[in-house]
């Protein structure tokens, strides 16, 4: 009886959580007739396929539409803000954790809070620095930007990190005769590693999820990123092509959610602040 | 004898280097906009071209006398209360049910945080499909199963578009608070639990008498979090309704985007955008007691 009660219960949870998804498939592999059935028509079932599945949507997606493009845009922007984010942020992290003594904790949590000032504050000042700088409807504004929200929250993921690394080997390379920069340099990459791997991710998950910024500063079709461009320009006036876009939604969800599961625990732990030691 | 230190052993001297870039981002970007947000909402900036001049208050003045202004603000309190409400019941639920071991809960699980990984911006535009006029799957559901005898305009009615707007909000945010919580239970002593079982107190007491009490620092945590997501989202409003129909579900972020950027007027966008800070402001004190209650609590 308990049992019933708890699979019916995580069916619900889980039905709630993936209805989208379901719904994204079957519209990505629907045919037009099947699809554009109005709702008053109780006699045809929308749950179902009704008719063979086809892939005349994705043919659509990846063969008449920018969306390969807007593929490569977003991956142009990821390695470039990975980049920045892991040259600023690791040392920032490392130098709160093992350099800075009693003040690191404060100034840690000072850097954090930035993370919570959000887009729809900053992206008017933005406006301005981005047209100063000429930056308008160029890829390179939110390679600029973007490290604005990385660098805080990676900072503080690595300087929790390192919190559970044990100093000893550090101190036993010290002991060895190793200077302070050379235990830096040659001993503590190696112990980061699993800590940049994380903040890797979290900034690949970041560029990919980023709309507002998008929105405001890139008008130009051609470049556009996966998520301003399929909302956006996917729908052209009043047509939507429902199958081509939520195919591109299917296509553009599945890696971040493996990759999420992947890494789900660690991010948690950035997000607690040490409320709960994972 | 103490042999005098080369840079190199210096801590703080290393210290400070490492953590020169990441200051001088944040504060060049971060802190510097930050103040131009504010410095901006006393100017009569616009778009394109680059002199302003002060105007006092007049942009706030005229917010402030704008009904669609104090729509927006009060839009934007309902779907951040009422999403988040939702949002500490549903995680609480669905902790209690992830924390037991079953059958396919790995797949569960994989589901389940589905809505946090996909992109704000692509779920909003799965759920205007859902929520479509005519083609809304809801409706022929709640049709077929004769719960619904008219028709239901989901986005058309201002009422129903912003129920739909809390339920997306609160569907992309719970499986955040759910893992959260999640790791909050796992971290209960075992020995308080089995001394309430001992004890004979049953789930219901357990739950509400011991874990939510210990738990409530982990759900203010996922909640903080949840408030910060939603009340400055852009995406979902501006994607699921445009603000429409007639701006009856604008939120600040979606009304500052309109003005500020769309309409060119800086001045007034930035207004609009300061009136978030009193929601972060809220959020960023409790999260300090927070943090300082729990060190406290762990010495």
Redesign the interface.
Known sequence: MKRVA??A??LG??A???F??Y??LL?AFKQNRD??????D?QHV??IFNDPPTLEHLRLLFGQTDFLSWVWNTLVVVVAVVVITV???V??G???A???GRW?ES?G?G?F??Y??????????????V??LGLQDSLGALI??Y??MT??FC?WLVMGFLRSVPWEIEEQAMIDGY????V?LKVAPRLIVPGILTVVVFTF?LV?????YA??FISSVDKMT???G??IALVRGDV?H?GA??A??LV??IP??I???LF??RF?QG???????? | MIARR?W?????V???A??A???A??LL??????V??IA?SFSN?A??S?SFGWVGAQNYAAILADPIFLRSLRNTAIVTVGSQVLVVV?AT??AQ??R?A?RGKRF????????????????????T??FDS????V???L??AGLLHG?LYWLGDPGLALVAIIIVQA?RI???AT??VL??LS?IPQEVVEAAIVDGAGFWRRLFRIELPLLL??VA?AVL?GV?YTA????VV??LTGGGPANTTQV??TL??QR??QGSD?GQ??AI??F??PF?VV??VA??R??RH?EVGAK
């Open positions: 708890l699979y219960a995580a949870f889980i709630f959580a993936g989208p998804f719904w994204m519209t699809l554009y059935v109005g709702a008053f109780t929308p749950w040259a600023v942020a040392p920032a490392y130098s709160l093992r350099l800075s690191g100034l949590m850097i809070f930035t919570l000032i959000p887009p729809t504050l900053l992206f008017i000042p933005f406006a301005r620095l047209s100063l600029l930007i490290p604005t660098i805080p900072t200077s302070r920069l050379a830096i998950t990919m999820q980023e709309f507002v929105l405001t996966v998520s301003l399929v909302p939507y429902w876009l939520m591109a939604a553009t969800s971040l959610a990759v999420y599961n789900i625990d948690i997000f607690t602040m040490g409320a709960v030691k994972g | 080369s190199a052993d210096r801590e703080d290393l210290g400070a490492m953590l870039p990441a200051l981002y944040v970007l971060v802190g510097v906009p930050f131009l947000a901006l900036a778009a394109g680059l549903l639920a669905a049910v992830f037991v079953f569960a699980r994989f589901v389940l945080l589905l809505p946090w990984a996909v992109p704000v911006s692509l779920a909003a535009i799965a759920w499909w859902i005519t083609f809304s799957v409706n022929w559901t049709k077929t028709w569907w719970f499986p955040f893992v959260i790791a909050g971290s620092p982990v945590v979090f910060v400055t989202d852009l995406g501006y994607i600040l972020p500052a985007f500020g950027i800086l966008g930035a955008a300061v978030l800070l972060l959020v960023a999260m300090l927070l943090a729990t």
